[in-house]
């Protein structure tokens, strides 16, 4: 069966960019899943993302009580990032002094926002979407000028960081509570892979935790913490390791190097295959489902602009992300199962 509901893949008429759209499922509700800008190989390598990463956000929602299904938008940037110039001369006004300037990097950013916020225009509610990878609340507003399906508009609920990071938090103190007895992070070292809007939050709320940290780019180095290599960071000797950047950094390579005792972050995807979780188990690593530990900002957003929830209110069932995974830690050792299976059965059944 094809598992996904609708798929659009195009080339950006404003852009030329290849604009990707995977909507995996609406039976819960509208699908939600955020707008990834960010380079690839090549335009397949985008859609492969796209449709697992729509299909994370349909277990995701799921997990988290939402009504919603999984999407996800991807916009394919060349291999080395840069900005290529627009396919086509604007439609309208001055096709020959348009030529003559050089590649804009702001116009062709809001050239491919346009033509993502176009595309999920055409899909009619079906999909909205919101900040991801490479993207921000200002890109929101950009595509919010051809779709009224995008959350996290500076002018509504705005950055949904914060709220992740709330949220891993709250499955940290949750995982620590499982794995060592006590859910005070003050007590535990952490890992922390990748310093972006989300994991620098994260290490913002641990720092009065032993930290090691690291990022490809130096400038987000964490004062009071240990800066490493990825490469190290990932192998850390520590309690918990939260990979907070992009997924599939737990493979058949990786696990055995692992020093830590648990894992919980907000990257989504970490396993590169469902099978790894079954060697963390083994290893007796205590992995959290990044399905359940990332929900923050969908919960936040979505609770703030569609439910009527104060901020207060949305901060509190976010909160709830630790009730969550604290449940099914406890089912999945009295079921005897890696909490990555029981997590997928869960979705699925609710999904
Ligand atoms: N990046 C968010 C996620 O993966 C996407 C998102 C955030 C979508 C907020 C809607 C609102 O969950």
Redesign the pocket.
Known sequence: MFPHERVVVRRGPESGLPIIVAVHSTSRGPA???CRLKSYPDWRAGLSDALRLSAA?TD?CALAGLPHGGGKTVVVLPPDGAWSRPAAQPLHGDASRAAAQPPDGDASRAAALHDVGTTIAELAGAY?????VGTGPDDMAVIGERTEHV??RPDRSGD?SPA?AAGTVAALRALCEHRFGSPDLSRRSFAILGLGRVGGAIAGLLRDSRLVVSDLDESRRVPGAAWTSPEECLRADVDVLVPAALGGVLTAATVPTLRCAAIAGPA?NQLDRDDTAALLYDRGIVFAPDAVV??G??IY??GIELRGRTPAEARADVEAIGDTLGRLLRAAAAQGLPPAEVARRMAATAA
Request: charged share 10%; proline share 5%; hydrophobic share 35%.
């Open positions: 939600i899943g955020g956000m995701k909205a979407t919101g900040p991801d959350f996290c949904s992740t989504n990332s929900a900002g969908i957003a979505t």
